[in-house]
């Protein structure tokens, strides 16, 4: 018998936010099991053969009259090699043109995309309600966090995101240590996040660009010599403050076009405040200098680096 699509009778999941795949069945499974009458079944049709799993849609559950069936790991929609036979494909393609009635079916992928060369993924995809969970953009992780998460602030939110990077199942290990550091139902804050969870090597060296042009030199030597310690390149360290007061130049000029979030793009506002136009000019002028000695050995570069930092803390520039 037809079934529409409509219907939700077949769910295709796939994408490369795995947790939320799983978080997005798990609550469906949840839904079903509260009513009357139905009954779960997860297959792994990488340990079971797909053949096998169709040939026990078709059967009549005497103890249920829904069933919602599962079947995980379906890498036959993906590229690469799986262990799903041609014939199993076929049977599978036949059973979605004619399903069994009172039967729900999700397919999971547990990838980021599908093979769309396939004929089998165009055909599930006539049938199936699609559920593509692609990885998420900080900002949307932070919208993520704060729905997610009782009691946190904007702002610690934004700090977790920038340490843990975008990725759920991380996120969701930090969250778990951070509930238990500051105990259940308790506020989590920046301080809980500094305490509790590791800066990134990013996280580590935006801070390091935030001290030299806000001028605290005490910080910003620190954060370098840490840097060195993790045998980060001095030259890639100018290239990177170079880049970013080109971006404040950019914000005296045309923040309009200044292609970053909206709370970065206050922060380099602010911090342009702190200069003249003039100096920020001049500023580009010896961060391209002092990369040219760097490169052709003329001197030490973590020695140049660090006098850098101390002539811009001290405005010793002759400007």
């Not at 580590?204 to 993790?230: H, P, S, T």
């Not at 342009?272 to 050995?297: F, I, N, P, V, W």
């Amino acid at each position: 018998m037809a079934r529409k699509k409509t219907d939700g009778w077949l769910h295709l999941v796939y994408g490369a936010e795995t947790e939320l795949c799983d978080q997005w069945i798990k609550a469906y499974v949840q839904q079903w099991c509260s009513e009357a009458g139905a009954s779960v079944d997860v297959v792994d049709v990488q340990d079971v053969p797909l053949g096998g799993a169709i040939d026990a849609l078709r059967y009549t559950s005497f103890f249920a009259q829904r069933r919602l069936v599962v079947f995980k790991n379906a890498l036959f929609l993906a590229a690469g090699k799986s262990k799903t036979t041609d014939a199993d494909i076929a049977a599978y393609g036949a059973y979605i043109a004619s399903p069994t009635p009172d039967v729900v079916l999700i397919v999971y992928a547990a990838v980021p995309k599908l093979d769309e060369r396939k004929a089998i993924v165009k055909t599930t995809r006539t049938h199936a309600v699609e559920h593509h969970f692609a990885s998420l953009q900080e900002k949307e992780c932070v919208s993520w966090v704060m729905r997610n998460v009782q009691q946190i602030e904007e702002q610690a939110a934004r700090l977790l995101v920038a340490r843990v990077g975008t990725s759920i199942a991380m996120l969701l290990q930090e969250i778990e240590k951070l509930v238990l550091y500051v105990g259940e139902g308790q506020a989590i804050d920046c301080a809980a996040i500094d305490a509790v969870v590791v800066p990134s090597r990013d996280e580590i060296v935006f801070a390091y660009v935030d001290a030299v042009i806000e001028r605290r030199a005490g910080d910003a030597l620190r954060i370098v010599r840490d840097l060195y310690a993790q045998k980060e390149d001095p030259i890639k360290l100018v290239f990177l403050l170079a880049r970013a007061y080109r971006q404040l130049i950019a914000c005296t000029e045309a923040p309009q076009h200044v292609a970053v979030a909206p709370f970065v793009l206050r922060k380099l506002k602010t911090q342009a405040q702190s200069y003249t136009k003039h100096q920020l000019t001049q500023m580009m002028y010896r961060l391209a200098a002092l990369d040219g000695e760097m490169k052709t050995g003329t001197v030490s570069p973590k020695i140049a680096l660090e006098q850098f930092v101390l002539a811009v803390h001290s405005n010793a520039f002759d400007w």
